[in-house]
């Protein structure tokens, strides 16, 4: 998982241990009411799909222009914030 910090009322500590999980620890800066945020953010995942052709580079083709269907969601490789209000 790629590694993306806010510091918005909050702090995101650095990684641990290697063993230790994946996700970072965000430990609050300020006590009080929690305020909601919206952000817009850009997230690339590697998923498996699969379509019926009549060759591999119909196949491309179809895939490139949305035909197929998702076999599982995949694994998230990539995560930016491009704005967060």
């Not at 998982?1 to 009322?9: E, F, T």
Request: charge should be neutral; glycine fraction near 4%; hydrophobic fraction near 40%.
């Amino acid at each position: 998982m790629a590694r993306s910090a806010i510091q918005r009322k909050s702090r995101i500590s650095t990684w641990a241990h290697e063993s230790d999980s994946a996700e970072p620890v965000v430990q609050p800066l300020t006590k009080g009411k929690r305020r909601t945020f919206h952000a817009t953010v850009q997230v690339t995942r590697i998923e498996e799909w699969f379509v019926e052709a009549h060759s591999a580079d119909e196949a491309r083709a179809l895939l490139e222009n949305g035909a197929g269907h998702r076999v599982q969601i995949g694994e998230c490789v990539y995560f930016q914030i491009d704005k967060l209000d």
